[in-house]
């Protein structure tokens, strides 16, 4: 059974002369290792909801745990070291080499020159930025996806267990930006982070968020897993939201891993296999291709799942049903 990572009870978050609070009595439990987008308009209480999480706002009431302590209870440095915090302005150091932007948590925690050394090229490896071509660089030097690859692997320095992302991506060109968010879901499946993911686009929070919360003037419309989140809106503000008459966009957005289902049979060597991460409308693809009625989910190699046609023509039905509707 999953652990708890960060546990919002009854939180809500009023600020100083406004009419209503931009967060109202939320209640969310966000699972270890899971990667839960926020997904709403401008606004909405996204952002806010977020940075309550490293105190950047302080509750009015309720409470927020984090591995089951109370944030209140947690020194605010302490707190903010041990989770790692993503933005759209990337905010590296000028001054200081890309090495150097990397190593500033780790330095602050106390490490050693080796174990710091050595994190910084792991992590540029991770984020294929080569060591010996990068370490030395300024981040005048770099583009902008460079550039906020470098603040991920800033973020991730301390080895922190939560990462907290606040439309990263959001600057970027949609080129980039696309193969940022297939870097984002590689990293979390080598690191296992609990990631939270504040975003306004819908075709983002469907391709990264294993669940999404979805909100609207400060209260959570759902929260759920893509495909119920496309199949079985909870109301007709989320049926709006995500309404799209071209169920080939949604198959292009949801990934394998989204509508696996359990593993029950012995897996022949014959059957096709995809990867976790592969999209739906290439995973049909091969469906089809193969003459076959499913096919093997794989994590490294690993089967960890099947999906079949059977299961792809009732999600492709549920789209269009809420399509029409």
Known sequence: MAKNAIVFEQVTKQFPKASKPSVYSTNLTIEEGSF??????????????????????????????????????????????NIGYVIQQIGLFPHMTIAENIATVPKELGWDAQKIEERIDFLLELIELPPQDYRKRYPRQLSGG?????????ALAGNPSIMLMDE???????????????????IQRKLNKTILFVTHDIDEALKLGDKIVIMNEGV?????????????????????????????????????????????DEVSSQETKVDRAENLKNVLTQILKGHSDSVIVTDNETPIGRITLAELKSYIAGSRTNSAS
């Open 146 to 154: 460079q550039q906020q690859r470098v603040g991920l692997a800033r």
């Open 36 to 81: 839960v987008t926020i997904l709403g308009a401008s606004g909405c209480g996204k952002t806010t909801l977020l940075k309550m999480v490293n105190r950047i706002h302080d509750l009015t009431s309720g409470k927020i745990y984090v591995h089951g302590q109370d944030i209140t209870k947690i020194p605010v440095t302490e707190l903010r070291r």
């Open 168 to 186: 990263p991506f959001g600057a970027i060109d949609a080129i980039t930006r696309s193969s940022l968010q297939d870097e984002m879901i590689q």
């Open 220 to 264: 959570i419309q759902q929260f759920d897993t893509p495909l119920n989140i496309i199949t079985n809106p909870a109301n007709s503000f989320v049926s709006q939201l995500v309404h799209s008459d071209d169920v080939v966009q949604h198959l292009g957005l949801m990934r394998a891993d989204h509508v696996m289902l359990p593993l029950i």
